[in-house]
């Protein structure tokens, strides 16, 4: 709608232009998310469908299944120790997800807060661990973990895992961003640095530390290349370990192994839906764009 603006005798038209141009704008913003959104959930939607189809109907491309079954989840469970892969799973991610908070948060804290010589350029050296790709240290951590005896157990599992640069950057990223008067009234009614983080800069960490735990156990519960590496063991078999050694024992039971990755994804899916608020706000606080 164009309107008229009379200053001084001079009209100004098209000055409602932007207002529709601003309309039109996030309609079709509204249409391409929605339009993304689908196509990359229709992926999971595929996978799940599948799930409960027979081996005859899994490739029929029928969006709703023709034969509705549950017998291909009871077929995992069986056929292989599947239970235990997924008890493996959750221990390791859960471990490496407890001790890397842990330490990451001291870490970071550190170095946001403290001051010693040599701060930002040991920052500065985690930081550029990220720029190395994890098949560049492949051959030297299985050499240190043989060295070390730590293959074939959880401790060879956990251990080369609890490090990550992308944790400590974040808390630090968050740490930078609280305030500072809370901790110098706190030194100053005699608390020291220990007393301070764990009684004021922990209980305000909550939401950063929501959503790294979910990053931290979302990947390390997709691990793959580590545990096929360090572990030879059928009991600590992890759960993607455990999908690919059952595609290849049931190469052509598609609705086996889409069953399988079906409740290898279940957990992960239902710790993003209640956590999504907590990653969102961690994203914002932490300076990303």
């Not at 034969?67 to 239970?83: E, G, I, S």
Request: with cysteine; net charge positive.
């Amino acid at each position: 709608m164009a309107s008229d603006v009379a200053t001084g005798g001079v009209k100004v038209r098209g000055a409602g232009n932007s207002g529709s141009i601003g309309r039109t704008s996030r309609i079709w913003l509204t249409v391409l998310a929605i339009v993304v959104s689908l196509v990359s959930v229709f992926p999971v939607l595929w996978m799940v469908d599948s799930a409960f189809k027979t081996r005859s109907t899994v490739t029929d491309g029928r969006l709703i299944p023709k034969d509705f079954t549950f017998q291909n989840f009871v077929d995992v469970f069986t056929q292989v120790p599947f239970a235990r892969f997924l008890w493996n799973s959750f221990f390791v991610s859960a471990v490496i997800t407890v001790v890397s908070l842990f330490f990451h948060s001291m870490a970071a804290y550190a170095l946001a807060r403290l001051r010693f010589p040599g701060r930002e350029k040991i920052f500065g050296l985690i930081f550029s661990t990220l720029l190395v790709t994890p098949p560049v240290v492949l051959i030297p951590l299985f050499v240190v973990a043989r060295e070390l005896h730590l293959l074939n157990s959880y401790a060879g599992l956990i251990i080369p895992a609890i490090f990550n640069a992308f944790g400590i950057f974040l808390l630090r990223q968050f740490y930078l961003g609280l305030p500072k008067e809370l901790e110098e009234a706190a030194i100053v009614d005699g608390c020291g640095h220990r007393r301070v983080y764990w009684n004021i800069v922990l209980p305000m960490s909550r939401p950063i530390l929501s959503a790294l735990a979910v990053f931290f156990f979302l990947a390390n519960w997709n691990a793959f290349v580590w545990p096929l590496v360090s572990t030879n063991d059928q009991s600590l078999t992890v759960i993607q370990l455990g999908i690919a050694s059952f595609a290849t024992q049931a190469a052509s039971n598609w609705n086996y192994i889409l069953a399988a990755a079906t409740v290898a994804a279940l957990p992960m899916l239902v710790l993003f839906f209640v956590f999504q608020r907590q990653i969102v706000e961690s994203i914002k606080t932490s300076g990303l764009k």
